[in-house]
């Protein structure tokens, strides 16, 4: 297991390593393999990007994010400015029905709300907006419609998780309630974890995943 001191020079390398990210700018804390990101980052998507890598480092247990968008004077919009941007880039989302997503812009932070079928779509509304300027955070809050019963959506993401050689399948629990889903035991890396989550959303009528496993190094 690695220390936190080593833990934090590679949470700062792989800053470093993602052009996206001015690392210069933001400060890095480990106590017990729970990050902390702080600083100031010229965009949501900065932001955004910064909290990937440091999810991509082995040994990271939990992420803490104290990181604040402050714009620059060309890169502010008014609301109206990025709703009508926003409302265009999901018109032209073409893994998107017509007219599904709605969107409401508070002192820039972007809220998405609608109906789709599938967990891509929700995903897909929400990285069209992310890089808009003047967008400070983005909530997505896009509901999924249930299309199937419950023991088929957990048949197939147990299915998944082993046609996907996901370590260990069986010991990831799937628990299905509705049409919201709770993985529940062990993984042994954000990826592995990841796969699995993504595993869940990727069955049809999945609205909602919980995740509750545990990350064993």
Same mark, same amino acid.
């Given at each position: 297991?690695?220390?936190?001191?080593?833990?934090?020079?590679?949470?700062?390398?792989?800053?470093? +390593? /993602? @052009?996206?990210?001015?690392?210069?700018?933001? #400060?890095? /804390?480990?106590?017990?393999? =729970?990050?902390?990101?702080?600083?100031?980052?010229?965009?949501?998507?900065?932001?955004?990007?910064?909290?990937? %890598?440091?999810? !991509?480092?082995?040994?990271?247990?939990?992420?803490?994010?104290?990181?604040?968008?402050?714009?620059?004077?060309? #890169?502010?919009?008014?609301?109206? /400015?990025?709703?009508?941007?926003?409302? %265009?880039?999901?018109?032209?989302? %073409?893994?998107? @029905?017509?007219?599904?997503?709605?969107?409401?812009?508070? !002192?820039?932070?972007?809220?998405?709300?609608?109906?789709?079928?599938?967990?891509?779509? !929700?995903?897909?509304?929400?990285?069209? &907006?992310?890089?808009?300027?003047?967008?400070?955070?983005?909530?997505?809050?896009?509901?999924? *419609? @249930?299309?199937?019963? @419950?023991? &088929?959506? *957990?048949?197939?993401?147990?299915?998944?998780?082993?046609?996907?050689?996901?370590?260990?399948?069986?010991?990831?629990?799937?628990?299905?309630?509705?049409?919201?889903?709770?993985?529940? #035991?062990?993984?042994?890396?954000? $990826?592995?974890?990841?796969?699995?989550? !993504? $595993?869940? +959303?990727?069955?049809?009528?999945?609205?909602?995943? =919980?995740?509750?496993?545990?990350?064993?190094?």
């Amino acid at each position: 297991m690695k220390s936190d001191s080593q833990l934090q020079q590679d949470v700062m390398a792989e800053l470093k +390593w /993602e @052009p996206s990210v001015h690392a210069a700018q933001i #400060g890095v /804390e480990v106590k017990n393999g =729970v990050v902390t990101l702080a600083g100031e980052v010229g965009s949501y998507a900065e932001k955004w990007n910064a909290e990937r %890598s440091a999810q !991509r480092v082995n040994g990271v247990k939990a992420l803490a994010v104290e990181m604040t968008v402050r714009l620059s004077v060309s #890169g502010k919009r008014t609301d109206a /400015e990025i709703a009508q941007a926003a409302h %265009s880039i999901l018109a032209w989302t %073409s893994s998107l @029905p017509e007219d599904a997503i709605s969107v409401l812009v508070e !002192r820039g932070w972007l809220t998405l709300t609608g109906d789709v079928n599938w967990q891509y779509q !929700r995903q897909d509304a929400a990285d069209s &907006v992310r890089y808009l300027p003047g967008v400070t955070g983005v909530s997505n809050q896009i509901a999924i *419609k @249930p299309l199937l019963s @419950p023991a &088929v959506v *957990k048949s197939d993401i147990e299915a998944a998780l082993k046609r996907r050689a996901v370590a260990d399948a069986s010991s990831i629990a799937v628990e299905v309630s509705g049409a919201d889903v709770t993985l529940t #035991g062990t993984v042994h890396s954000w $990826s592995e974890r990841d796969l699995a989550t !993504r $595993s869940a +959303w990727g069955t049809a009528g999945v609205r909602h995943v =919980v995740d509750k496993m545990s990350l064993v190094y």
